[in-house]
T-cell receptor
Framework: NAGVTQTPKFQVLKTGQSMTLQCAQD?????MSWYRQDPGMGLRLIHY???????DQGEVPNGYNVSRSTTEDFPLRLLSAAPSQTSVYFC????????????FGEGSRLTVL | QKEVEQDPGPLSVPEGAIVSLNCTYS??????FMWYRQYSRKGPELLMY????GNKEDGRFTAQVDKSSKYISLFIRDSQPSDSATYLC?????????????FGRGTSLIVHP
């Protein structure tokens, strides 16, 4: 099993450009989430989903959109990138009935110039 | 005040030392307590998971929860250079059934030979 796969691993954008960070998991997990990790700030929850067709906002949702059309995929969209979105992004998943035991991807490093 | 407080370090110890990593929290509803290990430029991986109060041991690692003091600890015995990483505590409580975890900012541990 591949676990949680994130693409791309690295990306450089210009201010105002849009892009999508991809996340896929092959563990049949119901719960998926996106975090950003910045120095000194720890992991902050952006959006999460408890199943296909269901999404909700986390702590820092502004500037990001998500959708969950399948159990496996949970893409994160930046509609108009800003330098403040320069960060490392992690996708994570877990069994819905589980209690916060998350499986993380390797991360996507995004730089917005 | 953040819900979960964790000293960022760095904590530098010699090989073979006993390491103590700690977190405090303010939300008495937290029931599930986790420690994640994150190597540089990698995603976090679950290291230890405990429910409610008490101790849990796994090899050289012991997780301890004191709900009365709202304090959790991770002890690493016979520390090795390969233990050098950032350790994040996380905790969760039932919130509409999704058990979304709250993370500490992480403590950087350096074990030198």
């Amino acid at each position: 099993n591949a676990g949680v796969t994130q693409t791309p691993k690295f990306q450089v954008l210009k201010t105002g450009q849009s892009m999508t960070l991809q996340c896929a998991q092959d563990m049949n997990h119901e719960y998926m989430s996106w975090y950003r990790q910045d120095p000194g700030m720890g992991l902050r929850l952006i959006h999460y989903s408890v199943g296909a067709g269901i999404t909700d906002q986390g702590e820092v949702p502004n500037g990001y959109n998500v959708s969950r059309s399948t159990t496996e995929d949970f893409p994160l969209r930046l509609l108009s990138a800003a330098p403040s979105q320069t960060s490392v992004y992690f996708c994570a998943s877990s069994l819905r009935e589980n209690t916060g035991e998350l499986f993380f991807g390797e991360g996507s490093r995004l730089t917005v110039l | 005040q953040k819900e979960v407080e964790q000293d960022p370090g760095p904590l530098s110890v010699p090989e073979g030392a006993i390491v103590s990593l700690n977190c405090t929290y303010s939300n008495s509803a937290f029931q599930y307590f986790m420690w994640y290990r994150q190597y540089s430029r990698k995603g976090p991986e679950l290291l230890m998971y405990t429910y409610s109060s008490g101790n849990k041991e796994d090899g050289r690692f012991t997780a301890q929860v004191d709900k009365s003091s709202k304090y959790i600890s991770l002890f690493i015995r016979d520390s090795q250079p390969s233990d050098s990483a950032t350790y994040l505590c996380a905790m969760s409580a039932a919130a509409g059934g999704s058990y979304i975890p709250t993370f500490g900012r992480g403590t950087s541990l350096i074990v030198h030979p």
